[in-house]
């Protein structure tokens, strides 16, 4: 697991040095780690560029240009430094590495397909199968029928939520019982159908618009009342779709398909993140990830262990477009805003941004890192 995720970060940096490279810029470093990532282990320069990897490589890595070293050799007008490209040269260098972010996940992907001959679509079917004990009359007399799949209830559709839920105990070991989130569907370990109603559910007890699929066909049931943990008493099973592949063609498109639904899948936990469904506490760093990706790689399948390699992959692509200055996102804000006001930004101004910016960064690094440790004492992961 760590591995892999040295090649994930591998093949991010790789995109920006192997840009750099077309482009004619040199870069004096290529770290596999960052610098408080423990002690250096190789340190070797080829050509121009110093190769180095630190202990713990795959907790990050970057490519540092002479831009940013006061006493590089190179002069001020040279044409090989990174601030001395056009302003498109400078983003396709930003971009490069998320490029191979995505490309890496695409790869992932598509040797799922090639192997198993599947590739996830991240959602599931919910087969209605019997009434339990603590069923509601209402919900007996529903006109639910055994093989029914439940589509939604009030406008919330399962195939969505259950396979976000699936994916949440990448989060939650188990899922918490505490969650702020309130219009969402869920499982516990028991397969007990949870509803957690929007306030006006909360007041009548009433899930008004319950749509199954029978036979193909979308059917409303009459409105049911739920018990009172919101459980709906019955027994339910949950099949994983999966998108066939039996051609190069279908290999591709299924691929795309999948793509897209990761991307689904991490906006959905920005959403939760930005509207306070879930904490800064919730958030999983490296160590949480390599304990869970080798769990599912060898107490599930390898099959699950590649998914989750090429949704962190597709991570790491995301959270570098945001607007942090030592992220790419951050680096592209101050390229475009140097274009838009027809001016560089001054080298020793970039510089104290970027030297503020890595001393936070750290100390958010050592917070995530101090937050896995707690999740796994407690056994939260």
């Excluded at 510089?351 to 050592?366: C, G, Q």
Aim: hydrophobic fraction near 45%; aromatic fraction near 12%.
């Amino acid at each position: 697991m760590v591995f892999f995720i040295g090649l994930i970060i591998l093949a991010h940096e790789s995109g920006h040095f192997l840009c750099s490279k077309m482009l004619g810029v040199r870069a004096d470093k290529f770290a596999f780690g960052l610098p408080f990532c423990g002690p250096i282990i190789f340190r070797k320069k080829i050509c121009n560029t110093e190769i180095i990897i630190h202990l713990l490589f795959f907790f990050g890595g970057y490519v540092a240009y002479p831009d940013s070293n006061p006493n590089s050799d190179l002069p001020l007008n040279s044409n090989h430094r990174f601030l001395n490209k056009t302003p498109f040269e400078k983003i396709l260098i930003t971009l490069s590495g998320i490029f191979m972010n995505i490309l890496i996940s695409f790869i992932l992907i598509m040797l799922i397909g090639i192997i198993w001959k599947v590739i996830p679509a991240n959602d599931y079917n919910v087969k209605f199968l019997s009434f339990k004990n603590n069923a509601q009359a209402s919900i007996t007399t529903s006109g639910l029928e055994k093989g029914d799949i439940i589509y939604s209830i009030n406008n919330n559709k399962l195939k969505d939520n259950i396979a976000l839920q699936e994916y949440l105990r990448v989060y939650y070991k188990p899922l918490k019982e505490k969650r702020k989130q309130e219009n969402i569907i869920e499982y516990n370990t028991n397969n007990l159908l949870i509803f957690y109603p929007d306030i006006y559910v909360k007041h009548t007890n009433t899930l008004n618009n319950i749509i199954v699929i029978r036979e193909g066909k979308k059917l409303q049931l009459t409105p049911v009342y739920a018990n009172e943990d919101f459980s709906l008493g019955i027994n339910t099973e949950i099949k994983e779709n999966f998108l066939v592949v039996n051609s190069v063609s279908s290999l591709f498109k299924n691929t795309a398909k999948s793509i897209i639904n990761q991307l689904y899948l991490l906006l959905y936990y920005v959403k939760e993140l930005v509207t306070g469904q879930l904490s800064i506490t919730d958030i999983r760093g490296i160590i949480s990830i390599v304990k869970i990706g080798s769990e599912l790689s060898f107490y599930d399948s390898l099959y699950r262990g590649l998914w989750l390699m090429s949704f962190l992959s597709i991570n790491m692509a995301v959270v570098n477009l945001i607007p942090f200055p030592v992220l790419d996102g951050g680096k592209l804000l101050i390229i475009l805003s140097g274009r838009m006001f027809q001016k560089k930004v001054k080298r020793k101004t970039m510089n104290n941004i970027l030297s503020f910016a890595f001393k936070l960064f750290y100390v958010i690094a050592n917070l995530i890192l101090l937050n896995d440790i707690i999740a796994i004492i407690s056994g939260v992961v």
